[in-house]
């Protein structure tokens, strides 16, 4: 197919797909003349993986080179591969409010990873988002709800279990990458929303009038 065709195929402009090639991020078409390429499947599969890295996992351009640069080595194993991509996604990060928060957090934190024997970078940036929101939370006086740390940790990695073992069974590297940012980000997305109207069902249940539904609260 020619640009234009590859262009409606894949829904990304002519333009955009030109600033790909020049990035690296769309490997060159065959050529055919001095000035036309010919494209196939293989170009529509990576303009789609290449948007949702972009446009879904809100990844930068150097970013989505390191992640394509993977997927293209044989030598790159799957969990490296993810390990690129999960590193590249953006982390909601949390100001620690003072120092004493900070060590109280970074005890427990660090506990918590060691306790479960989950290999991850004590410093790295969602390690640091954990450490942030238990550190508020423990300013806040609610220490109530950091001491369940454990609790969603279990949930977590069942979860987790469940995310892995899925971009595990399909067949192609570029199908795994971008299940596994699309799956993570509105994943994210998909637990609150659930845990939302969890609980609702659960309060009305306990709390609420017997016959009473009560709604989810609205969001911020």
């Known amino acids: ?49 290449v948007r949702a890295l972009l446009d879904v996992g809100k990844l930068s351009i150097s970013t989505v080179r ?33 120092d004493e928060a900070r060590d109280w ?9 060691d306790e479960r024997g989950w290999h991850c970078d004590h410093d790295s940036a969602v390690t640091e988002s954990l450490v942030g929101v238990m550190a508020t939370l423990h300013t806040l006086g609610h220490t109530g709800v950091a001491s369940m740390v454990d609790r969603y940790a279990d949930a977590a990695q069942r979860i987790a279990e469940d995310d892995v073992r899925h971009v595990a069974g399909l067949a192609a590297k570029e199908d795994v990458v971008e299940t596994a940012v699309v799956g993570t980000v509105l994943g994210d997305a998909l637990l609150a929303s659930l845990r939302r109207i ?14 009473e539904p009560v709604s989810p609260p609205e969001s911020a």
Request: glycine residues 8%; neutral net charge; proline residues 4%.
């Open 1 to 49: 197919m020619r640009m234009a065709e590859l262009s409606r195929t894949s829904g990304v402009p002519v333009a955009t797909v030109k600033y790909y090639l020049r990035e690296g991020l769309l490997h060159p078409g065959e050529r055919t003349n001095r000035n036309q390429a010919r494209y196939d499947d293989t170009h529509v599969r990576r303009l789609r993986l």
């Open 66 to 98: 390191e992640v394509l640069a993977a997927i293209d080595s044989a030598d790159t194993s799957l969990h490296d591969i993810l390990g690129v991509t999960q590193h590249g996604l953006p982390v909601a990060g949390t100001e620690v409010p003072d």
């Open 105 to 113: 957090a970074r005890e427990r934190v660090d506990s918590l990873l």
């Open 198 to 211: 969890a609980q609702a069902e659960v309060s009305g249940r306990l709390l609420g009038s017997a016959g």
